[in-house]
């Protein structure tokens, strides 16, 4: 009796559409390496925030950004800080492992993976199983959800969980999907189940191939339907049964998969025209290339601190502060407050020039300049591929 069985014939067309996707993006070629570094960043940034927050961490993906560089903001805790630092140190350990000749599926790889996405936190149970019963509740009523299996039989459930992804022969989203459910379903930890299965998830489309942040960034998808996500699991019934169909689960992951390496196409072609434009302004005003990387936080509406950019950007803090200086005189940023408090936004020059490099008429030079460029350049490129711009990604600064 197989655990937690599922219908692979019935899912296969969704297979067959994102092995159409993976050769349509592998067609396109290695992206320019600045953006690409760049676009990963961003990427991290929104998929650490949405997974962290989904589990009750109060941070944005403008927090997650900044932490993640070094630059913690004001207002958010130590305990918070080294959460978001621990997923994403989860997901790193994720890649460094993923094409291992020796890799194996097992029980303590994925106690390993739990300690590093609770950052170590002994009271919180991190790299232990959990003592004792465990039950789902909802957030908002407080009403049981579901009954996980008792902890005695967790190890073996575990173990058989692994053997069948050390076994399995099926597309590689078909097993994310899968170890996905199963993990949640098993609930061996006593905090940060549904994130160790969600790294799990991407683990397994890296072993499976689909390496391509499009692919591996799907908590960010989740966290904007978090009404689809949580419905997703209905099909597990309120009572752990190893014999549950899941069917519906990985058919409701594999077209959120589909849905969120659309909009991220999309996506990415908008925005690396961008990047595009502000390499140009960049280079036109005789500043450095790096400097791109403050204006185009800038532009997207986000604050930037010189504790921010200096890591980004690889820099003492003299050229650091030269640069953003620079990027100042260019009208590109706009400096506000004083001292350690200072941060740049965007310059009155900024969007105009990047409307001017990208022909399009904003005639604002606030944020609903930003606006149109983005809209405009979103219908163009959904026009040139015969595409839509509907269930497009809401780009950084949009929301």
């Known amino acids: 009796m197989d655990l937690l069985p599922y219908s692979a014939e019935a899912l296969r067309a ?25 676009l990963r960043r961003d990427l991290e940034a929104e ?14 993906v403008e927090e997650v950004r900044r932490i993640l560089v070094g630059d913690v903001p004001k207002g958010t805790s130590g305990e918070d800080a080294a959460l978001v630092r621990g997923y994403s140190d989860a997901m790193s350990f994720v890649l460094r492992r993923a094409d291992d000749p020796t890799f194996r599926w097992d029980r303590e790889l994925i106690i390993g993976l739990h300690d590093r996405v609770l950052a170590g936190n002994w009271a919180a149970g991190a790299g232990r199983l959990r003592s004792g019963s465990a039950f789902v509740v909802d957030n ?21 969980a692994c053997a069948h992804m050390q076994g399995a022969t099926n597309h590689a989203a078909l097993a994310a999907a899968w170890i996905h459910v199963a993990v949640a379903a098993i609930h061996p930890f006593k905090d940060g189940n ?75 072609r908008v925005e690396r025209r961008i990047w595009t434009a502000l390499e140009e302004a960049v280079s036109s005003a005789d500043m450095e290339p790096r ?45 506000m407050g004083k001292g350690r408090s200072r941060s740049y936004v965007a310059g009155d020059k900024l969007y105009p020039q990047v409307a001017s490099a990208l022909k399009i008429p904003i005639g604002d030079t606030g944020e609903g300049g930003r606006h149109i460029i983005v809209a405009e350049l979103t ?21």
């Open 140 to 160: 908002q009523t407080g009403g049981l959800v579901f009954s996980p299996p008792g902890e005695p039989t967790v190890p073996a459930l575990l173990d058989e």
């Open 14 to 38: 969704l297979a067959d559409e994102l092995d159409a996707w993976q050769a349509r993006l592998d067609y396109r070629g290695p992206l320019p390496r600045a953006w690409a570094g760049r």
């Open 194 to 268: 549904g994130r160790s299965a969600r790294v799990l998830a991407s683990l397994a489309m890296y072993r499976g191939g689909f390496k391509l942040p499009e692919f591996t960034s799907l908590e960010e998808w989740w966290g904007r339907h978090l009404q689809d996500y949580y419905e997703a699991f209905v099909c597990l019934g309120r009572t752990f049964d190893p014999t549950t169909d899941v069917t519906p689960f990985v058919r409701a992951h594999m077209e959120a998969q589909l849905h969120q390496v659309r909009a991220l196409d999309l996506r990415e």
């Open 291 to 335: 400097v791109v990387n403050a204006v185009w936080d800038a532009f997207f509406g986000r604050e930037v601190t010189p504790r921010y950019y200096r890591p980004l950007a690889d820099i003492s803090t003299a050229t650091a502060t030269n640069d953003l200086a620079a990027a100042v005189a260019a009208g590109f940023l706009r400096p």
């Open 379 to 399: 219908q163009r490129v959904a026009a040139a591929e015969g595409g839509s711009t509907r269930g497009a990604a809401t780009p950084p600064g949009q929301a």
């Open 47 to 60: 998929a650490v925030a949405a997974s962290t927050s989904m589990e009750g961490v109060p941070v944005t």
